[in-house]
């Protein structure tokens, strides 16, 4: 997230929800919730690719699941990850789950999001009544979490409780990754502690720019091979053009920092 003055587009302002904005620079479109706060962006001339570093590194999850069959993603933002799920797994379900109808039209619109189809569901709810239901506990292999609201002050849902949620969603070999973002330090912290609460395993990455740093918590902690997972990082980097391997070093950096 960064802060630059938006566009305001009429069009995706249903009263109720801040009404979706974009503005466009240098060949990059992005959206915001009618505010100056970057929620998401995309490169014109490659819209299926992921135009922001933090969130490709919301994919790391990557390294340790390769063939997921359920990915959800609460909080839609400009639909990056949506749709580079949606085409590059194509055996996975993959769910959306966002509560603004405006980020959903704007998506649709601006944004490339096709729409809802065998593999594809976008679904307008809140994100805590999705990880609540137990219709959904226990059947996620990956989930992406990143819900912030127009100013951006830090994650909407932050309780143990809504991570306990989100942990009950996740298959016995599930993975989590969030994005935690704000204005207080204060944050980082709240959320950390909430998630090692509730997960067997939690690690994250240096933080990138504008002070996204990314998370991952594992259902069950994995057995650590970093030889394995270099090896994974240059297939990703190969099939999927992503910078895999800095999220080993990133991985690394925290277990040596954390020894013990």
């Not at 194509?90 to 619109?109: F, H």
């Not at 504008?210 to 650590?224: E, G, L, T, W």
Request: aromatic letters at 8%; a negative charge.
């Amino acid at each position: 997230m960064s802060s630059i003055p938006p566009r305001a587009d009429p069009r995706f302002a249903q009263p109720g929800h801040p009404p979706a904005t974009v503005t466009e620079f240098e060949g990059v479109r992005s959206l915001h919730l009618g505010t100056s706060w970057v929620q998401g962006a995309m490169r014109l001339s490659r819209p299926d690719t992921i135009e922001l570093e933090y969130v490709r590194m919301m994919m790391m999850w990557m390294l340790f699941q390769p063939a997921p069959r359920r990915i959800v993603q609460l909080g839609l933002g400009s639909a990056a990850l949506t749709k580079f799920c949606h085409a590059r797994f194509p055996e996975a379900q993959v769910t959306a789950v966002e509560l603004n109808p405006n980020v959903i039209e704007i998506c649709r619109a601006l944004f490339g999001l096709p729409p809802d189809d065998a593999s594809l569901q976008v679904r307008e709810m809140n994100a805590l009544d999705f990880v609540n239901d137990p219709a959904n506990h226990g059947k996620v292999d990956v989930l992406q979490v990143d819900l912030y609201d127009e100013h951006a002050r830090g994650p909407v849902l932050d309780t143990p409780e809504f991570y306990q949620a989100c942990a009950d969603c996740l298959a016995p070999d599930g993975i989590m990754t969030a994005n935690v973002f704000g204005d207080d330090f204060s944050n980082y912290d709240k959320n950390l502690l909430a998630m090692e609460q509730e997960f067997d395993a939690v690690a994250w990455l240096p933080e990138v720019h504008d002070a996204n740093v990314i998370v991952i918590a594992f259902k069950h902690a994995p057995q650590i091979d970093f030889a394995l997972l270099y090896d994974r990082a240059a297939d990703i980097k190969r099939r999927h053009n992503l910078d895999a391997k800095r999220w080993v070093n990133g991985l690394k950096e925290w277990m040596r920092d954390h020894a013990g």
